[in-house]
């Protein structure tokens, strides 16, 4: 008992180490324009780069390469945002680090391999333990805005680029190190399925996958939104960030864990499936009350408002534990690794569409709070209809 949740732990640690890159480099926005010799919107494509990274490694999650050997892949994966930590200091062209950071993108390919890992360890407690590792996305974010702070007071410039880059990648790998010492391998299936059992041709699998969708619409654009649209200071706005953060972290165990209590009443896959519709439901529908409270708090530019708007609007990450404890509770346990990537991929469309909608073609606030309210709403739709659905694992088994 003590071991797999020894390995959680050490999962949550590993995956915020990688999330640490996400927000790294715009704590240096100055020095990076400044070095650089670009514009304020050119800096913005390199987060574009990272987030359609985000989408592209479940595209990738279809292959060969995150199959096979579970350490393996896990390698691979914080060596697609170690290597470039350690590069984008040194890279003379902006262009260049652009590229680099759409690979650290594919970090997020971890979210699937460590579902298939807690598929095997766990069964009514996938969810809390799915909650913890999750939360340590926002955990990495808070841990890389720090960093580059601590960075930019101890050092001046490009340097202090430099060393919250090369101090961050060399985290990363010592932390791979332990964690591999501390984890058992296993064999993440890599052959091909009968048509009978292919997840792409499930229709539970396109209609459950978009469930998600709107939950990562807004987890990737509220906060920009938000405080694009507001005119509070610096220290209110990097509070708000933080609260951010926090909020959605917390969210991500105590939904997990509400995930957990659901699922340990009736373990049957029926019943962890049922659990995990009323997590991901409960999510949106307190979601809905909290956007209500972050557009109240942009008309009255109210920073009281907006801190409880986003504390209780970061419940939508709830969704997130119940959601990736999917494939192993759904699908036959020969395809669900296949079936995990199949899911984000889908779910992380929102990844490559959802900045362009919101900034790009959005101008107005009260259409922006509108697709939000609309996209809690589509979520609690599309987790209704999954739930009248027959689980694949209750027609291909």
């Known amino acids: 008992m003590a071991k797999r949740w020894t390995t959680v732990f050490i999962n949550t640690v590993l995956l915020a180490s990688g999330f640490g890159t996400m927000h790294m480099l715009e704590k240096f926005k100055s020095v990076v324009l400044s070095h650089y010799g670009i514009t304020s919107t050119m800096m913005g494509y390199q987060q574009t780069a990272f987030v359609v990274g985000l989408f592209v490694a479940f595209l990738l999650g279809g292959t060969s390469l995150f199959k096979g050997s579970f350490k393996r892949s896990v390698a691979l994966i914080v060596s697609f945002a170690a290597i470039p930590q350690f590069i984008i200091p040194f890279v003379p062209n902006w262009w260049g680090v652009v590229a680099l950071r759409f690979f650290q993108g594919f970090i997020v390919a971890l979210i699937a391999v460590f ?14 333990a799915k909650g913890i590792i999750l939360s340590g996305i926002f955990w990495g974010g808070i841990y890389g805005i720090n960093l580059a702070k601590w960075a930019s007071s101890a050092y001046s410039g490009w340097e202090a680029v430099k060393v919250a880059f090369l101090v961050s990648a060399v985290i990363m790998y010592v932390l791979l190190g332990i964690w591999w010492l501390l984890v058992e391998d296993f064999e993440i299936p890599k052959e091909k399925r009968s048509s009978g059992s292919n997840v792409w041709k499930m229709p539970f699998t396109w209609v459950f996958g978009f469930t998600f969708f709107p939950a990562l619409w807004i987890i990737f654009t509220l906060g920009s939104f938000t405080l694009n649209r507001v005119h509070f200071s ?13 909020s959605m972290g917390l969210w991500s165990i105590i939904m997990g864990y509400l995930g957990y209590r659901l699922s340990v009443k009736n373990p049957s896959n029926r019943g962890l499936f049922k659990a995990i519709v009323s997590v991901m439901t409960i999510s949106y529908a307190v979601t809905f009350a909290g956007i209500f409270i972050v557009w109240k708090s942009i008309l009255a530019n109210d920073y009281t408002l907006a801190l409880l708007g986003i504390a209780i609007t970061g419940i939508v990450q709830g969704t997130g534990p119940a959601f990736w404890t999917t494939a192993p509770a759904a699908y036959p346990k020969e395809i669900y690794p296949e079936a995990s990537f199949a899911l984000g991929l889908i779910s992380n469309s929102a990844n490559a ?8 073609l959005v101008q107005g606030v009260t259409t922006g709070m509108l697709i939000y309210l609309a996209m809690a709403l589509l979520g609690i739709i599309l987790l209704l209809i999954s739930s009248r659905m027959r689980l694949p694992v209750e027609q291909y088994s």
């Open 115 to 128: 579902s298939n890992q807690i598929g095997r360890l766990f069964v009514a407690e996938r969810p809390f």
């Open 234 to 246: 610096s220290a209110q706005v990097a509070n708000l960030v933080m609260a951010l953060e926090v």
């Open 353 to 360: 569409v959802a900045p362009n909608v919101m900034f790009v």
